[in-house]
C-alpha cells in the first residue's frame, strides 16, 4: 500500500486519515474503473477478488458492470474496509470485504473462500515485503484457467512545463523521484527489497501464462480546466504532502508557492499545465 513520508522519519501511512482523499479519487474514476473491468471479466467470470482495495474502485466497477458477479474488496488497512462499506451503503451495492495482506497467503485464502475467477491487485505489489511472493500468493487465489491482473508500472503523471520561473527547472521529475525515495523507505522499514525485474518476468516466474500488457494513455493538452484542472492540483497536493520528507528545503518551499491559493504563484491560474500519464495493467492466467 501507499505510504506517507514525515519529518520524524518514518514511511508510516495513516490510512484513516487519508481516507477521505481515497474516496475522491476513486469517485473521479469510476469511468475508467468500470471500462477495465469489462475488459478484464470475460463471460465465464463469476468470483472476483479485489486485493489491496484501497476504496475498492474495482470491486465496485466490477459489482457494478458484471452481473451476478461476486467480488470480495480484501484489503491489510481496516480503515480501508470501513471505508468500502461505507461506499457500498451509499451506493446500495452489495460488497463483501476481508482483512488481509498481500504478504500473508493464508490470511489471503481464508479471506477468498474459495477459487476465484479474477484477481485484481491496483499499485499493491510493490509495496509488498517479497513482491515475487506476493504474486505467488495471488496466483494461488486463482481457479484453473483463472485470470491475474496487476496495476503496476506504467509512468506517472506529469502536469507542469519542465520551467515554470519559479524555483530550479524539473521541480516535477524530483518530486517524482521522491516518491521514488519514500518507497525505497518503506520497504526498509519493514524489511522488503525491491522487484529486480520486470513485471512480465514476475508473473513468469509466478507460474502464469498467457502474458498480456495493457497500456492506458492519458494525455489532456494544456490548459486543462474545470475539472481536469481540480484533479491536477489536488495530485500535487497530495504527492508533496506524502513526499514531503524526501523534497530538499529548496523545493518544499517552491511548491508552497505554487500551491498557495492566495499567494500570486498559484498553479490553478497557470493556463499551461497538461496530464501526461501512461497507466499499465499485467495480465496473465492460471493454467489449466
Known amino acids: 500500500m501507499a505510504s506517507q513520508g514525515h519529518h520524524h522519519g518514518s514511511a508510516a501511512f495513516d490510512f484513516a486519515e487519508q481516507a477521505p482523499r481515497f474516496r475522491?479519487?476513486?469517485?473521479?474514476e469510476t469511468d475508467r474503473y468500470r471500462h477495465l473491468a469489462a475488459t478484464l471479466a470475460g463471460p465465464e467470470t463469476r468470483t472476483a477478488v479485489d486485493v489491496g482495495?484501497?476504496?475498492?474502485?474495482?470491486?465496485?466497477?466490477?459489482?457494478?458492470?458484471?452481473?451476478?458477479?461476486?467480488?470480495?474488496?480484501?484489503?491489510?488497512?481496516?480503515?480501508?474496509?470501513?471505508?468500502?462499506?461505507?461506499?457500498?451503503?451509499?451506493?446500495?451495492?452489495?460488497?463483501?470485504?476481508?482483512?488481509?495482506?498481500?504478504?500473508d497467503p493464508a490470511a489471503l485464502a481464508a479471506a477468498v473462500d474459495g477459487p476465484a475467477d479474477l484477481v485484481w491487485a491496483g499499485h499493491v505489489v510493490h509495496?509488498?515485503?517479497?513482491?515475487?511472493?506476493?504474486?505467488?500468493?495471488?496466483?494461488?487465489l486463482l481457479a484453473p484457467g483463472g485470470r491475474l491482473a496487476i496495476g503496476e508500472g506504467g509512468t506517472a503523471?506529469?502536469?507542469?512545463?519542465?520551467?515554470?520561473?519559479?524555483?530550479?527547472?524539473?521541480?516535477?521529475?524530483?518530486?517524482?523521484?521522491?516518491?521514488?525515495?519514500?518507497?525505497?523507505?518503506?520497504l526498509a522499514e519493514h524489511g522488503g527489497t525491491p522487484l529486480p525485474y520486470g513485471w512480465n518476468l514476475a508473473l513468469e516466474h509466478a507460474g502464469l501464462t498467457e502474458i498480456r500488457t495493457l497500456n492506458e494513455l492519458v494525455a489532456k493538452p494544456a490548459p486543462l480546466e474545470g475539472p481536469d484542472l481540480d484533479h491536477a492540483l489536488a495530485a500535487l497536493e497530495t504527492r508533496v504532502e506524502w513526499f514531503d520528507a524526501f523534497l530538499t528545503g529548496e523545493d518544499r518551499d517552491t511548491w508552497a508557492r505554487l500551491l498557495d491559493r492566495d499567494g500570486p504563484d498559484w498553479l490553478g491560474r497557470r493556463r499551461d499545465l497538461h496530464h501526461l500519464a501512461i497507466d499499465t495493467v499485467y495480465t496473465a492466467v492460471k493454467p489449466a
Open 127 to 140: 509495496h509488498a515485503a517479497d513482491p515475487q511472493a506476493a504474486l505467488g500468493n495471488l496466483a494461488a
Open 157 to 186: 503523471p506529469q502536469f507542469l512545463p519542465a520551467n515554470l520561473g519559479t524555483g530550479r527547472p524539473g521541480l516535477e521529475l524530483r518530486l517524482i523521484e521522491a516518491g521514488a525515495r519514500r518507497l525505497a523507505a518503506e
Open 24 to 28: 475522491a479519487r476513486a469517485d473521479a
Open 53 to 103: 482495495c484501497g476504496a475498492a474502485s474495482m470491486a465496485f466497477a466490477l459489482a457494478e458492470t458484471i452481473p451476478g458477479l461476486h467480488v470480495t474488496a480484501v484489503d491489510a488497512e481496516p480503515a480501508m474496509l470501513d471505508l468500502v462499506q461505507d461506499r457500498a451503503a451509499e451506493r446500495g451495492t452489495p460488497m463483501t470485504t476481508a482483512l488481509a495482506s498481500v504478504d
